[in-house]
Nanobody, 114 residues
Framework: QVHFVESGGGLVQPGGSLTLSCTAS????????MSWHRQAPGKERELVAR????????NYADDVKGRFTISRNNAENTVFLHMSNLRPEDTAVYYC???????WGQGTQVTVSS
């Protein structure tokens, strides 16, 4: 059974940083691309960043380029999202996702506010 454990969300001031973690189980993690998505209130869920199975190919949404970094540790079945220079508009629930499948994490709230 596929399972994700997400952590690292919270309240941060504008300009601050957070790192999200997602540890997966129930599938061969190193064989799959992984991604982070977010959903703000009243908006559709959107792709934030994607990383290929081996980590050599990475894509970012335009509005997070240069501020967010996705990475993974295949030995620990974990994908990370390091977020810096956070803005109020980054406030959302962030979801870990086994890319192009129906498998999602439970989500972790990120709130950027002074």
């Amino acid at each position: 059974q596929v399972h994700f454990v997400e952590s690292g969300g919270g309240l941060v001031q504008p300009g601050g940083s957070l790192t999200l973690s997602c540890t997966a189980s129930g599938f061969p993690f190193s064989m799959y691309s992984m991604s982070w998505h977010r959903q703000a209130p009243g908006k559709e869920r959107e792709l934030v960043a994607r990383i290929s199975s081996g980590g050599s190919s990475i894509n970012y949404a335009d509005d997070v380029k240069g501020r967010f970094t996705i990475s993974r540790n295949n030995a620990e079945n974990t994908v990370f999202l390091h977020m810096s220079n956070l803005r109020p508009e980054d406030t959302a629930v962030y979801y870990c996702h086994r890319y192009a499948t129906a498998d999602w994490g439970q989500g972790t709230q990120v709130t950027v506010s002074s």
